[in-house]
């Protein structure tokens, strides 16, 4: 597989290791347990700024690269470029709904419940067409000039949490992740 699928494909493995701590903090949030919403709301803050600044341009640039001859996945590349730009909405509109939560606004547990619970469902279901339809077919489509070009425009801004971390960003995510890495 081409090393920038490569990479966008470890950054699923890492969004698939994200959404199900996201998942398990936000069930003892909704069954009225106490929770780390720092923690919560740090990790929502990382996926829109990666997603928005790295992982979906990247992606955008190769579909867009393969779109012409992309036969019957045509239907399916379009969506999920749409799906990149109601994801990033989705992401800072549920990180602002939890802000919500902490500053007393009124939302009931269960209307945070069912935003949380669709907001992962569809990260999921994203995740899993581009990996499980997509992927293998773009690695096929696109020849090395192509992937040369792509590789050029792509943006080149490090993962500030999995790659060259940031210090002054996402401090709490990372100390979470360190601390409970070996726990996995
Ligand atoms: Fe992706």
New binding site residues.
């Given amino acids: 597989m081409h090393a920038l699928l490569e990479n966008?494909h470890r950054?699923?493995v890492n969004l698939d290791r994200l959404l199900e701590l996201l998942e398990s903090h936000l069930n003892a949030f909704y069954s009225g347990e106490e929770s780390d919403f720092d923690l919560i709301i740090e990790l929502l803050e990382y996926l829109e700024c990666y997603a928005e600044l790295v992982?979906?341009p990247t992606?955008d640039l190769i579909f867009e690269a393969a779109l012409d001859r992309s036969g019957d996945k045509r239907p399916t590349l379009e969506k999920l470029m749409g799906q990149h730009k109601t994801l990033v909405e989705l992401t800072r509109k549920f990180r602002q709904s939890m802000e919500g939560v902490i500053q007393g606004a009124v939302m009931t547990r269960e209307e945070l419940e069912i935003e949380g619970r669709e907001y992962i469902a569809l990260q999921r279901l994203?995740?899993d067409t581009?990996e499980g339809e997509i992927f293998d077919f773009l690695d096929d489509c696109l020849d090395e000039p192509e992937w040369r070009r792509i590789e050029e425009s792509a943006p080149k801004y490090d993962d500030p949490v999995f790659g060259e971390r940031d210090p002054d960003r996402f401090r709490i995510l990372y100390r979470y992740l360190f601390e409970h890495q070996s726990a996995e």
């Fill in positions: 966008l950054d699923h992982h979906h992606e994203h995740l581009e």
